[in-house]
């Protein structure tokens, strides 16, 4: 008998009208594809088939659709097509990544920033250009060229996006840090890019609470190697002070130089722009290096998948950590107002973010999945208390979105919204799964395998396997947004490493997952921290979403320990208010895990914690878990918001030790 799990309930929570439909820009696509190509799709399935059939003519037809511009143009989209790694897309085309998110010059708002505090600031793309030009005048004066890195240790806030700006229109590579991140974990990062400028904010708020960040910049300026200025922007406070006292460091409004006028360095498709980071546990992170493959992948999937266009806000709850930062700001790319904001979402209260929404007009909406729970978990209802009209699309992602907030939001947020659970990655800086503005929504389900991304689920064995049948999660043709490579990998060793040692010339991304009858998918977890009690494969998202329905539990993680000569399965959980866990609520977790998933998904035992690890874009840290109960060392803990909660964990594993001995006895 088939595991029972949300790939078996077929009626959709939401569909779209025939009017939404024909509106949308995916239909729009459609047609023109279909015009230009004299082909005839029945359905997105049969559109999805072609782009991954012929990726050479849709990935032009996505440039030239979605507006992206060249400044010389190739006469061939893909060679080396059948290579992974080593495809190469556009050869001999020039561009600039700035050039193509600064292309508007009006007067429609680009940014509108809101933070905590209530301080709300708006720019015209007009004053946005203004502004790229006199710090990327600064920059040039300051010595940097094409192919230098430029850092930012900073919130998420309109110099940001200007400091970006300007430095990949002079051709330099882009990498930020959150200013939560302690020096250590800012130092695993910027000392193996070495950047020539970085810039700060002096502090920033939090729940309420200021943060200096002087200390910390002060103690960049001191180690990192290569580093000639500090641009330091205040932020927290009126003016920035004690800025004398940190080396290499001017204030930003004497770093900028007066200029009109943005030069525009032209670059090949595949030169850096960015470097993001892994999120991993061990070891140093991984600096994945970006060309500008990220802009057509962002460009179609905000305009089709997302139905983002000129008139339309883009709001995504993230900090400059995370790569939902470098997607929201490739909004500008397409003639949008981006809303950014820096803070807490509960702060002052559980409306926080939704205030901003009915406030700025906001019409594409988008957060991690954890904030969706913690909302749920609140007493605030948004559809009563704010006017979201404006509000065609919300999105989740982080990690799995749970079939019960998908109620939540339609039965709380609002009715009539296309609601996008998507999934991808920093790895490729983009997405796999994605919404569709002309298809219905399922509860539990990611809708759609991104037009143009050649998705499969592998067995073991490396065999397609059909739908509703759980696997690897791989990617069988290479796309524009694959990374460069890795920094400081001039062999390309540790990135083959990375995605292709699995499965040859196949991209292996870590996800546990399953496609569904309709053409969605379900993310099951990560692959490397699947479950395998017994020999039997099982997904911590199948662990967790009978969880998530218990309102006493405020958080959980599901985790292998080894365990005489097998594993087994332990569930740690976080109780709301400080319960105690009771044999009660045990059978009750117990018996929603076996009933939604199966007898087998039920854990060997559940454990109270205080916390859960997580890492600082809201993942739970599941292999740190794993390693932490299982004895073994767990590094690079400055990755964590919360690293003390694995002390738990570490003397859950030094009490079982003692009792197996003990045992043994």
Request: glycine fraction near 8%.
């Amino acid at each position: 008998m088939p595991d029972q799990n949300v790939s078996s309930e077929k009626a959709p929570v939401w569909t779209p009208s025939v009017q939404q439909v024909e509106a949308s820009r995916m239909r729009q696509f459609q047609v023109y594809i279909e015009q230009r190509f004299n082909q005839s799709f029945s359905d997105y399935a049969s559109l999805h088939r072609w782009s991954v059939e012929c990726p050479d003519l849709f990935w032009q037809a996505v440039a030239d659709f979605c507006g992206m511009h060249f400044d010389t143009e190739s006469t061939e989209v893909l060679v080396h097509k059948d290579q992974m790694p080593g495809a190469k897309w556009f050869p001999g085309a020039t561009l600039n990544f700035a050039a193509n998110l600064l292309r508007y010059g009006d007067d429609q708002p680009a940014i509108v920033f809101r933070d905590e505090r209530g301080r709300r600031h708006e720019l015209t793309y007009k004053a946005l250009n203004e502004q790229v030009a006199q710090v990327a005048a600064g920059l040039r004066q300051a010595g940097v060229a094409a192919g230098d890195r430029v850092a930012g240790l900073v919130p998420n806030c309109p110099e940001t996006v200007i400091a970006m700006l300007a430095a990949t229109s002079l051709g330099a590579i882009w990498s930020s840090c959150s200013p939560d991140f302690g020096t250590t974990a800012v130092l695993d990062r910027f000392e193996q890019i070495q950047p020539k400028i970085m810039f700060a904010a002096d502090g920033y708020y939090y729940g309420g609470q200021f943060i200096d960040v002087m200390p910390v910049i002060k103690a960049l300026s001191e180690s990192l190697d290569g580093l000639k200025q500090v641009v330091v922007f205040p932020f927290a406070a009126s003016e920035v002070s004690e800025i004398s006292g940190i080396s290499k460091a001017t204030s930003w409004h004497e770093f900028l130089i007066p200029s009109d006028v943005i030069t525009y360095e032209a670059r090949a498709f595949d030169d850096p722009v960015y470097i993001m980071y892994s999120s991993g546990t061990t070891g140093v992170p991984k600096c994945i290096v970006h060309g500008s493959g990220v802009l057509l992948q962002h460009l179609k999937e905000h305009q089709l998948h997302a139905n983002l266009g000129r008139e339309d806000r883009l709001f995504f709850f993230t900090t400059c950590g995370w790569m939902m930062w470098n997607w929201l700001v490739s909004g500008l790319a397409s003639g949008a107002t981006i809303v950014l904001y820096d803070g807490s979402p509960f702060e002052p209260g559980p409306d926080a973010l939704w205030r901003v929404a009915e406030e700025e007009r906001v019409t594409i909406f988008g957060a991690g999945a954890k904030y969706y729970a913690a909302l749920e978990q609140s007493t605030f209802i948004p559809r009563d208390h704010c006017d979201l009209s404006a509000l065609h699309t919300i999105q989740s992602t982080g990690s799995p979105l749970a079939p019960a907030t998908f109620d939540f939001i339609y039965e709380s947020v609002k009715p009539e919204v296309a609601l996008q659970s998507i999934s991808g990655g920093t790895d490729l800086l983009g997405c796999f799964a994605l919404g569709n503005p002309t298809a219905a929504v399922y509860r539990g389900e990611l809708q759609c395998i991104g037009l143009g991304m050649d998705v499969a689920i592998y067995s073991d064995a490396g065999v397609p396997l059909a739908a509703e049948h759980k696997g690897e999660l791989v990617c069988r043709q290479p796309f524009p947004s694959m990374p460069v490579g890795f920094w400081n990998d001039p062999d390309g060793v540790r990135y083959h490493k990375a995605y292709f040692e699995r499965f040859e010339c196949v991209w292996t991304h870590g996800d546990f997952a399953e496609l569904t009858s309709h053409g969605g998918l379900i993310i099951h977890g990560r692959s490397d921290a699947t479950l395998n009690p017994g020999g039997v494969r099982i997904g911590t998202a199948e662990i967790y979403r009978p969880v998530e329905q218990v309102a006493a539990v405020v958080d959980c993680v599901a985790c292998a320990q080894k365990w005489q000569g097998d594993t087994r399965v332990i569930l740690f959980v976080v109780l709301k208010g400080g319960a105690a866990l009771d044999a009660a609520l045990e059978s009750r977790i117990c018996s929603l895990i076996r009933e939604q998933a199966s007898p087998r998904h039920v854990p060997a035992m559940i454990v109270q914690v205080k916390d859960i690890p997580r890492t600082r874009n809201g993942k739970i840290a599941e292999l740190a878990v794993t390693a932490a109960i299982n004895g073994e060392p767990v590094d690079n803990q400055v990755a964590f918001n919360n690293p003390e909660s694995l002390v738990e964990f570490s003397t859950f594993f030094a009490r079982m030790a003692n009792s197996r001995s003990t045992d043994d006895l």
